[in-house]
Structures are given as structure tokens and as C-alpha cells.
């Protein structure tokens, strides 16, 4: 469970904090080197060739029809707030972080320096959540499918369950245990999907308000195995198999039909290999064997937003330089599969910290912060296509960050929080920040993070909803210690049109 590693301030050993979540693990070596060469780096080409990219066609099958869903509209006091002429502050912005008193609870007021709205959702001082209360994750959806929840995690291994609307605590939920991976489903407003915790051979759902839970899925009895004809249970390729999970990172595709999952054995020293599943009919439709290609498990594995890709991410297994990308038969950092692994690309030397996401033509890409090469970079899943978006390094500072694409009714953007900055503030420095997928795209500055970083916990790992109007962040307010609770910012409907 690696993003739950604590982190370090302390100047190139950002490289550590870089790696907690998806596990970036330059050498400290490494990232000084790529620090004392950055200046020389430039937004002259946005478009970068991957030598490695294979075009790969896509699995496709026939979409789940699901009905859609109305998002909640922004709460009324932060639409008072908001003045008919609002923008957000584009560009490389420098303004200083605001003097801003910790909010309280539920009141609602305008960020100081870029004038959003940002209220106190938790106050774990006061109310049932332990310890702290703080947004999971921000590869993970905060929201419910209608918006009306909003799902917390606490010190205490406990999650928990508040009114979007009103930010009132509604009730501690018994999922299993602080890793069962929950994901809203999403058109059902009072369900989540969860996995056994730290992983099981089985997918639940859960209703948040009635406990009831129902096994949609169980890996030792499904409809067919692609490429094991007779064959309906994982046990029967892999028999010591007792645990299939994302390693608490990844996501299904957004309609929740496409799973991504790592296989191993009860006690975690072993990892067998990867699948993907359709929920749908009941069918594994891709099994990639760690030991017959030769590597070992990665650090997370998700499903893209269309279910067409699964993307496994090593650390361990980093590839040799950006000229010798992963292939199919040769996988190795950060990688892109077809639903049934006959086809692969290499994205990058290294799984960094990043994100699925959908670009403003549709197609499934990554966003990923790429310290090897100095930049925030997009690219396309299906062919490897490298668009850069800016530069990581400024002045020899460093940045560490999250990023959120689970803004599928939004396409075109991500959202990225920063922390852990080394040197000097720069204009990335504990920001919040919406950036076009694009070359030479659009950074429009959402808000300060307002937190100090004292361990893992701290860290900001903001999420946004469908449809880029909420954002759920973490932060400790500038205190010393794990004080963490969560806000939220709501934004205009309009403000990236």
C-alpha cells in the first residue's frame, strides 16, 4: 500500500515523496541531475515522438447503456458569492499565499487571492471521524453519482459518510477495513463497489445507507476465461491465488463495466500476474502472466476511462532510458495494454504519480508528472503520443503533485494539487490548479492548498467531480502536525468553457 508512505521535505529527497503514491523512485542522484540540467529545458515542442509507440487498436465492445445522472448544482451560498463576471487567474501566476484563517465548518467564503469559493467540509475535532478526516484520494471519486455524498477517510481505518449539500456527518460506514478500494458506482447514488480489504477474489457493492452488501463478482466462478478455453476460475491458472486488487490506486473505466486488477498470494510475497474483467458478462477478458513475461508485479493497475486500455505501472521494473520504452513482449515502467494484453506501448521510463483521463478529442490518455524529463506530460494511451504541458523544475526547485482526471463530463482537463516544493516558492508552490490537455494549454490557478506537509496524510491529493464544478482537498492549515481536515471548492459551471 504504497501511497500511504510518509514523505520527506527535505531538498532531492522530494524524490521519496515523489514515489508514496504510484511510486516514482528516481535515484536522489538522478533527481539532482535532472534539477541542475532542467533550465535548459524549454516548451519548444510540445509534441514529442515516442520512438517505442506502436499504434494499438483497441477491444471494442458494445458500451454499458446507463442512464444519465444530474449533477448537484453549486450550494447557494458559494453562488452569492460569485460575481457574474468570475474567471479564474490563468497562467504561471506568483501571487503569495494569502494570511487566511483556518475556516469554519460549513461557512463558505472567496479564496483571497484567486476568489473562489471554499468551504470546511469535515471538522475531526469535533465529529465522529478520528484522528483526521481528509479526502481519500485523487484517483479516486469523492462524489456520488448524484453528488449528494461525500466519502471520508479517517485516522482510525474508519470511512465515513456526510451531506454534500449541507456538510452535515451522516454516519460511520463498515466497509471491511481502510482498503477495500471503494468506488462509487456510477449511477447508483447510495452504492459503492469494494474489494475484500487489501484485496479478495471477489467485487461487492455496498449501500451506504441500508449496510446490505451484494457480490457482483467472483473470480473462481465466471462465464469464461479469453484465452483458457473450459476455464472459469483464476485459481485454475494461478492456484495459490488469494488476492486480487489495484494495490489502492487504480479505478475501473467510468462506466465501472472494465476492471483492471493484480493477482497474488495470500501473504503478498508473490504476484502472479494481472486481469482485466468485464462486470457486464461475467468474463476475465485479458490475463498477463508476471513470471512468462519475465517481470514482476507493479506498483498499481488501473482500467482507462474507456475500459479499452489497462495501464500497469512498475517502479522496480524502471526501463533503461526514454529510447527503450516498455513493449508487449518486453514491459517494463509505465504502460499501456489492450483490454486483452495482445498489444502494448511504453509511456514512460518510470510508473510516476499520475492519472487516467479523457482529452477534448475523446481519446483515453495519462497525465503524468515525468521527473525523468522535467515535465507534466499527456499521452495518448493507443499510441504513446507525448504532449508536454509544463515544466516540473523552475529555478532548480522541484515540485512534488497529484493529479485527478475523473472529470469525464469535462473532457479536456485534469486537475493537479502540488506539494513537498524544494528551494524556493515558485508559482506551482501549494496550488490547486486546472490544466488543459493540450500543448501550450491553458493553467487557470484555483486556490492555495493552505497545508503544511507532515507526513503522507497532509498531503492536499485533491480530487475533482464529473463536471469540474467540486473539488475535495486536504490540508492542515498550516499547522505541524496531522491535523488534517477536508474542504471543498466549488466553481462556476461556465469557468472552463
Known amino acids: 500500500m504504497f501511497r500511504r508512505i510518509s514523505t520527506s521535505l527535505s531538498y532531492l529527497l522530494v524524490s521519496i515523496s515523489l514515489a508514496s503514491c504510484s511510486g516514482a523512485t528516481d535515484s536522489i542522484n538522478a533527481l539532482a541531475e535532472s534539477i541542475n540540467n532542467a533550465n535548459n529545458t524549454t516548451l519548444e515542442s510540445n509534441n514529442v515522438t515516442n520512438t517505442n509507440a506502436v499504434v494499438i487498436e483497441p477491444v471494442v465492445t458494445e458500451p454499458v447503456v446507463t442512464e444519465p445522472v444530474v449533477a448537484a448544482p453549486i450550494n447557494a451560498a458559494c453562488s452569492a458569492l460569485y460575481s457574474n463576471t468570475f474567471a479564474l487567474v490563468s497562467g504561471l501566476d506568483q501571487s503569495p499565499i494569502a494570511n487566511l484563517s483556518k475556516p469554519v465548518k460549513g461557512v463558505s467564503a472567496l479564496d483571497p487571492t484567486y476568489g473562489t469559493c471554499l468551504t470546511r467540509v469535515t471538522d475531526a475535532a469535533n465529529e465522529e471521524p478520528s484522528g483526521f478526516a481528509r479526502n481519500d484520494y485523487s484517483r479516486r471519486q469523492a462524489f456520488n453519482a448524484d453528488e449528494t455524498f461525500i466519502l471520508i477517510y479517517a485516522q482510525d481505518g474508519y470511512w465515513h459518510l456526510y451531506d454534500a449539500a449541507n456538510l452535515s456527518y451522516i454516519r460511520k460506514l463498515s466497509l471491511g477495513g481502510g482498503s477495500v478500494e471503494p468506488q462509487w458506482h456510477p449511477t447508483d447514488p447510495n452504492l459503492l463497489f469494494k474489494l475484500p480489504n487489501n484485496g479478495g477474489l471477489s467485487i461487492e457493492t455496498h449501500n451506504v445507507l441500508t449496510d446490505e452488501v451484494v457480490t457482483v463478482a467472483d473470480f473462481t466462478n465466471v462465464a469464461s476465461i479469453n484465452g483458457y478455453p473450459g476455464v472459469t476460475s483464476i485459481k485454475d491458472i494461478w492456484p495459490n491465488v488469494a488476492r486480487v486488487s489495484t494495490k489502492n490506486e487504480g479505478s475501473p473505466s467510468k462506466d465501472a463495466r472494465y476492471w483492471g486488477l493484480q493477482v497474488e498470494n495470500s501473504s503478498f510475497t508473490a504476484s502472479y500476474g494481472a486481469i482485466t474483467y468485464d462486470l457486464q458478462t461475467n468474463t476475465i477478458t485479458g490475463v498477463f502472466d508476471f513470471a512468462?513475461?519475465?517481470?514482476?508485479?507493479?506498483?498499481?493497475?488501473?482500467?482507462?476511462?474507456s475500459g479499452e486500455y489497462v495501464v500497469p505501472s512498475w517502479n522496480a521494473e524502471k526501463c533503461a532510458g526514454p529510447s527503450s520504452l516498455g513493449t508487449t513482449n518486453n514491459p517494463c515502467g509505465l504502460m499501456a495494454y489492450t483490454?486483452?494484453?495482445?498489444?502494448?506501448?511504453?509511456?514512460?521510463?518510470?510508473?510516476?504519480?499520475?492519472?487516467?483521463?479523457?482529452?477534448?478529442?475523446?481519446?483515453?490518455?495519462?497525465?503524468?508528472?515525468?521527473?525523468?524529463?522535467?515535465?507534466?506530460?499527456?499521452?495518448?494511451?493507443?499510441?504513446?503520443?507525448?504532449?508536454?504541458?509544463?515544466?516540473?523544475?523552475?529555478?532548480?526547485?522541484?515540485?512534488?503533485?497529484?493529479?485527478?482526471?475523473?472529470?469525464?463530463?469535462?473532457?479536456?482537463?485534469?486537475?493537479?494539487?502540488?506539494?513537498?516544493?524544494?528551494?524556493?516558492?515558485?508559482?506551482?508552490?501549494?496550488?490547486?490548479m486546472a490544466v488543459e490537455i493540450a500543448a501550450n494549454p491553458q493553467i487557470l490557478n484555483i486556490s492555495h492548498t493552505y497545508s503544511n506537509e507532515v507526513g503522507y496524510w497532509t498531503q492536499p491529493q485533491a480530487a475533482v467531480n464529473r463536471d469540474f464544478t467540486k473539488i475535495m482537498f486536504n490540508s492542515n492549515w498550516g499547522s505541524n502536525s496531522e491535523d488534517t481536515d477536508a474542504y471543498m471548492i466549488e466553481l462556476p459551471t461556465t469557468v472552463l468553457d
Open 339 to 432: 483490454r486483452d494484453f495482445s498489444t502494448a506501448v511504453g509511456l514512460s521510463e518510470i510508473g510516476p504519480h499520475s492519472d487516467t483521463a479523457i482529452d477534448a478529442n475523446g481519446n483515453d490518455v495519462i497525465v503524468i508528472s515525468n521527473y525523468q524529463s522535467g515535465f507534466v506530460e499527456s499521452i495518448e494511451l493507443g499510441t504513446g503520443q507525448i504532449t508536454r504541458l509544463f515544466n516540473i523544475y523552475v529555478n532548480d526547485s522541484a515540485t512534488a503533485m497529484h493529479i485527478s482526471g475523473k472529470a469525464f463530463n469535462k473532457p479536456g482537463w485534469v486537475l493537479i494539487s502540488t506539494y513537498a516544493a524544494t528551494r524556493t516558492e515558485e508559482w506551482w508552490t501549494k496550488k490547486i
Open 292 to 305: 512468462a513475461n519475465g517481470i514482476g508485479g507493479p506498483d498499481h493497475i488501473s482500467m482507462s476511462p
